[in-house]
């Protein structure tokens, strides 16, 4: 998970960073290392178009979805509140991108 969090931080340095964009970095890394928290932060961030990110449903399900999977007791409760704004085609992307970030974090951990 180390180069992970490489890749992400090179990217970060490569663009103009503010403190959002520095907290929304650190939850990246934090989510490719497992951090339930993480996850549930990003979640939350694109839920309410918060620290930098603009207001994306789809992302924001994906992320409390990876945060439930890893026993998130607040991250299940928030994925129902927006799946209820979301159709049937936007939640299956959203768990089409959870799927792709757990397959890519086993591949970089092999």
Known sequence: ??????????KVEAADVCGSDML???????????????CYDLGVA???GSHGV???LVE???WFNLAAARG??????CRADV???MTAREISEAQRR?????RCGEARAA
Do not use: V
Not at 1 to 10: G, K, N
Not at 24 to 38: P, V
């Open 1 to 10: 998970m180390e180069l992970a969090r490489i890749e992400i931080f090179a």
């Open 24 to 38: 929304i970095a650190r939850c990246l890394a934090g989510a490719a290392d497992g951090d339930s928290d993480a």
């Open 46 to 48: 694109y839920s309410t």
């Open 54 to 56: 603009g207001c994306d």
């Open 60 to 62: 924001a399900h994906k």
């Open 72 to 77: 998130h007791e607040a991250a299940s409760w």
């Open 83 to 85: 799946s209820d704004e």
């Open 98 to 102: 959870a799927r792709e970030w757990l």
